[in-house]
């Protein structure tokens, strides 16, 4: 199921966001519609991450380098 949504933004963003979207050869739905799924994810990240660090903290794990080590 698709909705719509009708947002509203500044004149100079509105400018970026059709340069980009004729540099990329893109509609502004389609780069709009990117762009949100990414910060949707990286905010669902974060929130998990948040969510998580008493245990990885318990655990040992204070920083990212700490995680890369654990898992390289």
């Known amino acids: 199921m698709e909705a719509t949504l009708n ?4 004149a100079a963003m509105q400018d970026e966001l059709r ?3 004729e540099q990329q ?3 502004t739905s389609d780069v709009v519609r990117d ?3 990414k910060y949707l994810a990286v905010d669902q990240m974060n929130r998990l991450r948040e969510k998580l ?3 990885a903290e318990a655990a040992g794990f204070l920083t990212d380098e700490d995680v890369f080590k654990a898992v390289s």
């Open 7 to 10: 947002i509203r933004i500044s």
């Open 19 to 21: 340069e980009l979207c």
């Open 25 to 27: 050869h893109r509609s």
């Open 35 to 37: 762009s949100l799924q």
């Open 53 to 55: 660090r008493p245990r």
